[in-house]
């Protein structure tokens, strides 16, 4: 089984940066694609992006040119790099293995 634990969320005005990320542990050994989706209140928990361990990105349409995703295979870890962030990326940030997920990160965008 696969633990995953993310960190780094916070408060960041409009316009700010901000980098999250997410350590596994466990049976690391089962993990390939590593992905990061969101949940904003009262809303779904949408996709936002994915990585392989081959390091093939995938974006949601919504963050493409602001997000990057990137992972380092040698500390289990994936990182989500948040720019130019908007009010509406103010959501819970989970970390999946489409398995496992993580506990969450709150992410406040002030206007």
């Known amino acids: 089984q696969v633990q995953l634990v993310e960190s780094g969320g916070g408060l960041v005005q409009a316009g700010g940066s901000l980098r999250i990320s997410c350590a596994a542990s466990g049976s690391i050994f089962s993990i390939n694609v590593l992905g990061w989706y969101r949940q904003a209140p009262g809303k779904q928990r949408k996709l936002v992006a994915r990585?392989?361990?081959?390091?093939?990105?995938y974006y949601a349409d919504s963050v493409k040119g602001r997000f990057t995703i990137s992972r380092d295979n040698a500390k289990n870890t994936v990182y989500l790099q948040m720019n130019s962030l908007k009010p509406e990326d103010t959501a819970v940030y989970y970390c999946?293995?489409?398995?496992?997920w993580g506990q969450g990160t709150q992410v406040t965008v002030s206007s």
């Open positions: 990585i392989t361990s081959g390091g093939t990105t």
């Open positions: 999946t293995n489409d398995y496992a």
